[in-house]
Every structure is written in structure tokens, then in C-alpha cells.
């Protein structure tokens, strides 16, 4: 498991699915993040990510 935490302004994570992420960095369109199988994402709070999974160097590098 690995939590991210998202700093700035206006900066937010949205859940699309328990492997797919909707973040909003300030550019001019959200990014869209596809986990691979075997990880998924939480988002209890906009600013924070939580990637989980049975493979702990898959789960590194997606967090990454």
C-alpha cells in the first residue's frame, strides 16, 4: 500500500472506477490513470490517494 498526498491549490483526485483515477493538476484537461491488474485506488479525501496491491514493486512503480 502507498499513500499519496496531492498539494496546491485547486489540485484534486477523483475515483472513476476501482482502477482508474481522474486527476486535476492545473493543466488545461484532467489526467486520466488506468491501474494496471492486481492495483487499485481509494480516495477517501480529494487530496490523498491510496494504491493498493498484492505486488509491492507493481504498486511502487504505479505510484511513482
Not at 5 to 28: D, M, Q, T
Request: avoid cysteine; charged fraction near 25%.
Amino acid at each position: 500500500m502507498k499513500e499519496l498526498e496531492i498539494v496546491g491549490v485547486g489540485y484534486r483526485a477523483e475515483l472513476k472506477g476501482p482502477s482508474a483515477l481522474r486527476l486535476n493538476l492545473g493543466f488545461s484537461h484532467p489526467v486520466d490513470v488506468a491501474a494496471p491488474d492486481g492495483v487499485t485506488f481509494e480516495v477517501p479525501v480529494q487530496t490523498r490517494i491510496i494504491i493498493k496491491g498484492i505486488d509491492k514493486e507493481l504498486v511502487g512503480q504505479v505510484a511513482a
